[in-house]
């Protein structure tokens, strides 16, 4: 009875774990959907508690660039990697359920043909996969650690699996056990010594504590390349980078416009540090840096499927394509134009290309507590940032169009969004 009770125990916890990770990493999928805000809720208030002590507010973090364009060939090989393995996972994991399930239908005993015949465990295998490819999609430290603890949750789960099917099938599923590998072919297992050690509580302890540390270290580690990858523009106390790598040519023209016009600016004070994003007007993701207007809110429009779709299977397409883009298809208009027919500022110039737009928008957040903070120290996990307001520019004229103040909040209010 109590073996049973264990066993249950340890399925639930399992199965709860894979849950929570899901339920983090489908996050991005819920931002952009019309019940984005019965989701947080419910979770707003815990991401609210990590943000608020330096030990935890790193969990709400990204260690991956998902607002701005991944600015090398390392980066953006790191974000079509996980919509690779995204779609491996799910075609994989899919695959094998129909086989174990079948099997149990028909009563064919052993699951050890197709991927069974070289792995004993290739649907969780999968569901691995399929978990790491979604923690670079939505790359929050607090997916990575969730999924560091599924991993570690499924490994036990599989070793208690062996040990039912070792007291139902003895001598059949030893010798299965002498020909396929756990997680991975034999022939690997043995290069990396995963058998060297017997299968004792040493063992279990050395690889579950090992997976949540790669798995940890791994985000540490790709946080601290995107830091360092990022071209920032800094000028007194206002740092700038670009949402789009090609407007690095242009950044620094931006940054003397607005050292010429602070006193224009009602919502920079000297005193205080600033960290600026440069992109197109109508950039789509603008509302994770500030609330600028309903545009922006992009769960009260009726795209989820449609950037969902583009978020797994165009990796940098859903940060390039503004919301006029989609609107310019749906009307038949030529997607070029698309910024003059739908143009946030109300441009109609018939010569102007998204292209060769002039026009961008600069969103400024403060640095709370940071003062002559500037370069990469602005994305910093010790710094709270809230949004201050946004300048639209004409970068050829240097014309500031309009200043505008926002609430400190985004468009998804108090939910602690990306950084980078």
Not at 57 to 70: G, K, R, S, V
Not at 334 to 353: E, G, K, S, T, V
Not at 365 to 393: F, H, M, Q, T
Request: aromatic content about 14%; some cysteine; overall charge positive.
């Amino acid at each position: 009875m109590r073996k049973a009770v264990y066993n249950l125990i340890k399925v639930i916890s399992a199965r709860a774990g894979v849950l929570v990770f899901f339920i983090m990493a489908f996050e991005v999928m819920i931002m952009v959907s019309p019940f984005a805000f019965f989701f947080y809720s419910v979770f707003s208030p815990f991401f609210n508690f990590l943000n608020r002590f330096s030990s935890t507010a790193w969990l709400t973090n990204f260690f991956l660039p998902h607002m701005i364009l991944p600015p090398t060939l390392f980066l953006k090989s790191v974000r079509i990697l996980g919509s690779i393995l995204f779609v491996i996972g799910v075609v994989t994991f899919i695959v094998c359920a129909c086989q174990v399930y079948i099997g149990k239908l028909f009563k064919w005993g052993i699951a050890n043909k197709g991927l069974y015949t070289y792995i004993r465990h290739p649907q969780y295998l999968a569901l691995g996969i399929w978990g790491a490819g979604m923690a670079i999609l939505w790359a929050r430290f607090i997916v990575l650690v969730t999924l560091g603890i599924m991993f570690v949750l499924y490994y036990f789960l599989a070793l208690d699996e062996e040990s039912r099917m070792n007291n139902l099938y003895s001598k059949s599923y030893k010798e299965y056990m002498k020909k396929t590998g756990m997680f991975f072919p034999k022939a690997i297992e043995n290069i990396i010594h995963l058998n060297a050690l017997q299968n004792t509580w040493v063992k279990k302890l050395a690889v579950s504590s090992g997976l949540f540390i790669i798995v940890l270290l791994a985000g540490v580690i790709l946080r601290y390349i995107t830091l360092s990858s990022i071209e920032y523009f800094a000028s007194q106390n206002v740092t700038l980078l670009s949402i789009l790598p090609e407007d690095n040519k242009i950044i620094s023209n931006v940054i003397k416009v607005i050292g010429q016009n602070k006193n224009k600016i009602n919502f920079i004070s000297n005193d205080k540090s600033y960290l600026g994003y440069l992109m197109p007007v109508d950039y789509i993701m603008q509302g994770m840096i500030a609330d600028t207007g309903e545009k922006s809110q992009l769960h009260k429009h009726h795209n989820t499927f449609v950037l969902i779709f583009d978020w797994v299977f165009h990796p940098f397409r859903h940060l390039r394509n503004p919301p006029s883009a989609q609107m310019a298809k749906m009307h038949g208009i030529d997607p070029i134009f698309a910024r003059r027919y739908h143009c946030p500022l109300n441009i109609d110039n018939p010569n102007m290309a998204c292209d060769t737009c002039p026009y961008r928008r600069v969103i400024l957040v403060e640095i709370v507590n940071g003062n002559s903070v500037s370069g990469s120290d602005s994305l910093s996990v010790k710094y709270k940032r809230i949004p201050a307001g946004y300048i639209d520019i004409n970068t050829t004229t240097g014309e500031i169009i309009s200043v505008n103040r926002v609430e400190e909040s985004t468009a998804w209010k108090d939910v602690p969004t990306p950084s980078i």
